[in-house]
């Protein structure tokens, strides 16, 4: 027997027959197990994650603490620069379901770098419940990349948190290219003045895969700087929800937010949903957001194949296109090569039909 939680709230309720304010998650039945991978028991106490709400839900945090096995800390103290590089996650048949919790901390005026990539295998269904906290105090400056190419038979539930202090700035990274059930969300907290936020992702639905993902910015501190850039394909009969928020709290003068998202719809079976929002509660303070979803434009297509070039290297070339600057931030040829293998392998496997 399975059971439910919901999750993904919207952050400002709308008609309850768009179905778009929330989403019910049927969490599978999985034996707790104690075999451990890389980590350590460094537990930290983060009080600051304590004020705020984050992740996918309440439900899904719960989850996460019953049944971690694996946890890890990543802290970079007072002006240090410090890369930790990548940390590999393998699901297969004999480890089929992964409880992870991770705990950045930068300290003031220092940097910090990782890498989080996920892979799995084999035919068994298979379960991830992965939760991200980052704190990042004064003058600090955090960059992580989350990759996640798993196979069609994984459900995965991540929660990222972010508490940004003065003049902190987070860079989030996301590369969703596999996964049959994808449950994602990013709340980044700008607390402290000139606090800064970014997230950067992609995203590739194929066959019956389905996305679902909210972030959220929320500017609590003056002159708070943020920005939502998300690139996306959807092909076969894959499904995406995306929601997307800018929240302006009272007293965040000088805010300054932005959200984009592009989604090529690669068949007529697929179906995108995109719900950018955007509530202020401050006067002084810009929000900027655009949301468009469409097929391939002919013209550059027909231009490409002018030029000598086939019609599905055209049509691969422009979907790389609208993936490439992302994956270039990874700055690891071998990871970005790692990457850009399962995005390819999207595009061969049963053709595009534009």
Known sequence: MRSSIIGNEIAFKTFNFLKVNDTEIEIPNFEKKDFKIKGNDNFLE???????????????????REFLNYYNSYEAG?????DFGLTLFELDEDYDNLSDLH????????????????????KKDMFRNSVIRILAEENSSVEIFIIQRDSLNTMVLESIGVYAKDNAEVNVH?????????????????????????INSIYFGQKDEYININY???????????????NGALKDKSVKNLKSNLQFIEGA??????????????D?????TSVPLMLAHEDDVVGNHASSAGKLDMDQIFYLMTRGISLESAEALIIESKF????????????EEKVWKSVRKIIKEGGLHV
Do not use: P, W
């Open 78 to 82: 007072d002006g240090e620069d410090k």
């Open 216 to 230: 959220d910015m929320i500017h609590r501190g003056e002159k708070t700087l943020s920005d939502i850039y998300v």
């Open 103 to 122: 705990d950045i901390v930068a300290g003031k005026n220092s940097k910090l770098r990782l890498v989080l990539d996920y892979t799995s295998s084999g």
């Open 174 to 198: 996301q590369y969703e290219v596999g996964s049959g059930k994808l449950y994602a969300n990013c709340k980044c907290e700008l607390i402290g003045e000139g606090a800064k936020g970014n």
């Open 46 to 64: 983060l009080k600051e994650f304590d004020e705020i709400k984050y992740g996918i839900s309440k439900e899904a945090l719960d989850l996460n």
């Open 324 to 335: 490439s600057t992302a994956i270039d931030m990874i700055n690891d040829e071998k990871l």
């Open 268 to 272: 007529d079976t697929v179906h995108s």
């Open 253 to 266: 003068c000088g805010a300054v937010g932005s959200e984009e998202e592009y989604t090529i719809l690669l």
